[in-house]
């Protein structure tokens, strides 16, 4: 069902944006701030995770594992990243299997060599369009005999390795392959996104919106162009440290002072933030 509504708004005349989420409390959040969809980056679960960098550390059953937490949690669509898809296409068909059993609505694959990096790091390199057309094409068939109508997104990183130009022609191989969606990651000016845009008019477009660089476009902007899924990927995971290094400086500067419980979320609001009132009922009702 969450992949069905995940269609209906990719579909929709606006832009949804999609913020990123990466352990049950931000799922909570940004289902309790109204968003219609949400999204798991590869960044977001390496750094929350096990505290490193986004370059290809993380394993498949890590990924699942996290994105099947979040879930659990959120009633609204569940977007994914699965990065390279972890192998090569047979890999690729154990990867899909995996976020349908996790219960994700969406999930984007890209063509990156293993191990792969943060789109907005330097140092990348991608396979040819033709493994990365197999992966797809393994994707879309497994997706197709399970009978889950989970949306593929093919995302291309060509553009630092190859320039635009190579980057527009393997986004049109991965459409061709059957991608739903594309997403060519880590353009390098406005006029590059307006372009991507221009080339497949016909076809649904992610834009990133990642904290990783100023934002160049309004939403409005962004829907002229005809983007369906704009990408807020690491606004939890930045805020949230940012809120905790403050706390933490301030403890360690100041100690034990009443001022500081008012910068922080009260114990109650949290506890019904995560449920205890659903908690409280189950305990009633089978006591």
């Known amino acids: 069902m969450t992949a069905i509504r995940l269609r209906a708004l990719i579909a929709a005349p606006n832009p949804t944006v999609l913020a990123g989420c990466y352990d049950g409390v931000s799922a909570r959040l940004v289902q309790q701030a109204g968003f219609q969809a949400a999204h798991m980056s590869g960044f977001a679960v390496a750094g929350s995770l096990l505290g490193k960098p986004d370059v290809g550390l993380l394993t498949m059953t890590e990924m699942a594992d996290a994105a099947s937490r979040l879930a659990r949690v959120l009633s609204i669509p569940l977007l994914a990243d699965a990065d390279t898809g972890y192998g090569n296409a047979l890999n690729v068909v154990r990867t899909v299997e995996a976020y349908i059993a996790a219960g994700v609505a969406g999930m984007h694959l890209e063509d990156q060599q293993m191990p792969k990096r943060c789109g907005h790091l330097a140092g990348k390199t991608v396979v040819s369009p033709d493994e990365m ?102 606004t939890t995971l930045l805020s949230a440290t940012k809120a905790m290094q403050e706390g933490l400086t301030d403890l360690h500067e100041q100690g034990l002072h009443p001022d500081r419980l008012a910068t922080m979320t009260s114990y109650d609001d949290f506890l019904h933030l995560v449920g205890i009132d659903e908690i409280d009922e189950q305990e009633q009702r089978y006591s």
Do not use: C, H, W
């Open 133 to 234: 057309a197999s992966k797809l094409r393994a994707a879309i068939d497994t997706r197709d005999d399970a009978g889950i109508d989970m949306v593929i997104i093919a995302r291309t990183d060509a553009r630092a390795e190859e320039g635009l130009g190579a980057a527009l022609e393997r986004a049109r191989r991965y459409r061709d392959a059957g991608a739903d969606m594309l997403f060519v990651e880590a353009l390098q000016s406005p006029a590059e996104v307006e372009a991507v845009a221009e080339t497949f008019r016909d076809t649904p477009l992610v834009f990133n919106a990642s904290e990783a660089r100023p934002p160049e476009f309004t939403l409005d902007q962004l829907a002229e162009m005809g983007f369906s899924v704009v990408l807020a990927p690491i």
